[in-house]
């Protein structure tokens, strides 16, 4: 039933990435010296893809303020797990560009760390909802094969009460 789950999920962040942009980002951070690190991951579904990358910096004593102790207390108990959608018009359907060769053609997207940011990589919603797909098929198919063959369970339960000529 998890599997099952797991696929419409997917079909369904598939078919709302054509409309919605939703990201879900996992922030982190720790103290460096009187500065904080900070690493946001991330991922978005738009365009029928799911894109993945990170991204960190050092927040300084300009950013902090002068309590640099209550300032990296106050970012210890930080949410650490956020959520938002945006309107899917915002983005450019070219990011990432295309990864090269075979993939690209397959739908997957690439585009290198530039500027502080790290690389994205862009998967085709195709791909989670063929993986996520493969269990609940073979148990549908499971299902058929056992309701066609004679003798099968489904059988045995219709002529429970019956007596044997």
């Not at 054509?18 to 879900?24: E, K, M």
């Not at 915002?90 to 940011?117: C, D, H, K, M, N």
């Not at 063959?149 to 000529?165: F, I, L």
Request: proline share 4%.
């Amino acid at each position: 039933m998890i599997s099952f789950a797991l696929c419409a999920a997917s079909v369904g962040l598939w078919v709302r990435g054509y409309t919605t942009a939703d990201t879900v980002m996992w922030r982190t951070g720790h103290p460096v010296d009187a500065n904080w690190h900070r690493m946001d991951y991330m991922s978005r579904s738009l365009h029928g893809r799911l894109v993945f990358w990170r991204s960190g910096r050092v927040m300084d004593r300009q950013e902090l303020g002068d309590d640099i102790a209550g300032a990296h207390a106050k970012l210890e108990n930080e949410q650490t797990l956020h959520h938002w959608a945006n309107e899917i018009r915002i983005f450019r359907r070219t990011w990432p560009a295309p990864a090269e060769g075979f993939a690209g053609v397959l739908g997957f997207r690439w585009q290198s760390a530039v500027g502080g940011s790290s690389a994205r990589l862009g998967v085709p919603m195709w791909l989670f909802v063929t993986v996520t797909s493969v269990i609940p098929a073979l148990r549908l198919q499971r299902w058929i094969r056992n309701r066609k063959r004679p003798g099968s369970d489904a059988d045995a339960e219709e002529v429970e009460g019956a007596v044997p000529a």
